[in-house]
């Protein structure tokens, strides 16, 4: 089966519009427990398909946790190197964490051993991505690692991704409240007053 025809039956299966979410100009997201709008920006549009890809290779589902245990995955494989991918994955982090946190640690340490496809962004157009064999790109970047490197420096920079996360989720939380009490404030002025 080629990359294709598996992100085909991923999108239908999970009943997502590829086309669709590439044209819009926004995109709902989970950042921590809040589903917010966010600008679909070109670098999402360009790394959508290896983030989709990942989730076919790992088997994380999109739920909440399943983007939380994706985002420790790539996290894991170094998507830091691509610095947008490592921001977009501590969005979605820290809710599967307070959710699912072993299942999330589980996914980071998986990522340890296996290898993202971001890379194949700089090297190959999307047609030829697409063209590849799903289960030989699987047996070469999904757990091609025995041991962890480094592990004891791996779980440090771990807690320093939810730590920022959590951050992030809070920060989510202030202003998310902060938007529904001026709502709530411009409601109050604008409409007429009772007696």
């Known amino acids: 089966m080629t990359t294709k025809d598996a ?4 999108y239908h299966f999970n009943r997502l ?3 669709e979410d590439l044209k819009s100009h926004c995109v709902r997201v989970y950042i921590g427990c809040i589903l917010a709008p966010v600008p679909n920006i070109q670098a999402r549009k360009k790394y959508l398909q290896f983030h989709d890809l990942h ?3 790992a088997g994380y589902g999109i739920d909440r946790v399943g983007e939380s245990e994706i ?10 190197r691509k610095p947008i991918i490592a921001i977009m994955n501590l969005f979605a982090l820290s809710t599967g964490f307070i959710l ?4 999330v640690i589980a996914a980071f340490y998986r ?3 296996s290898k993202n496809l971001y890379y194949l962004s700089d090297i190959m157009t999307p047609e030829k991505v697409q063209a590849l064999d799903l289960e030989k790109i699987r047996a070469s970047h999904v757990e091609i690692k025995e041991t962890i490197s480094y592990k004891k420096l791996r779980q440090i920079e771990f807690v320093g991704y939810v730590l920022i996360s959590l951050v992030i989720h809070v920060l989510m939380l202030v202003a998310g409240k902060f938007m529904l009490t001026a709502e709530w404030l ?4 604008r409409s007429p007053k009772q007696h």
């Open 100 to 103: 699912e946190p072993r299942r």
């Open 17 to 19: 519009n590829f086309t």
């Open 71 to 80: 985002s420790a995955w790539e996290l894991g494989s170094r998507s830091c």
């Open 55 to 57: 989730h076919i290779l």
């Open 111 to 113: 990522g340890c051993r």
């Open 186 to 189: 411009l409601h109050k002025v």
């Open 7 to 10: 992100l085909i039956k991923f």
